[in-house]
């Protein structure tokens, strides 16, 4: 059995800052006049998200967002950051990170997997049981069947993207 706290101890000590106490679930390079930058989406010691702007030598920067609830991912499209949380979108224009983000519902879709490339959004919604893709507005454009999943059962998914187009997989390695 894996000691957990033990090993979060030994990655903090050689992987994070002092100043940063905080666990990267997710991050994002990105760069901001001519200058090289990380966005990450992070969990610190209370198990709150964050989504924190970083330097090269993951120093915290600056706050960009407080998550509410245990789920959310971070894409970068174009000139954009977007917070996928459980019933909201946060567009954030990266060059102006400072600015109160756009708000965008796109219902209850219960999303597990996101992942972006440089024209679309690819995301999985458990609660569908699909793979919809979404443009920089967030308007739906195509939705995909998971055919991991057979009538009753439904099998989760990770997304990654390429240029061109996104890939999945199933958890259980099917």
Known sequence: ????????????????????????RETISVEMNQVSYYISLVCDDNFELHVVL?????NKISNILDVNGDRASIVKLRNSLYTFTDNLVFIHDINNLNLDPLKVSLGKLDLQSVCA???SIYAYSIDCDNIRKYDESLNKVEEYENYYSR????VLLVLTC?????FFNSYYGS
């Open 117 to 119: 490339n440089k024209e």
């Open 54 to 58: 970083l330097d090269e030598n993951n």
């Open 162 to 166: 390429s240029d061109r187009t996104f």
């Open 1 to 24: 059995m894996f000691d957990v706290e033990k090993l979060m101890t030994i990655f903090r000590k050689n992987n994070v800052k002092k100043d940063m106490d905080v666990v990267p």
């Open 151 to 154: 009538g009753n059962l439904r």
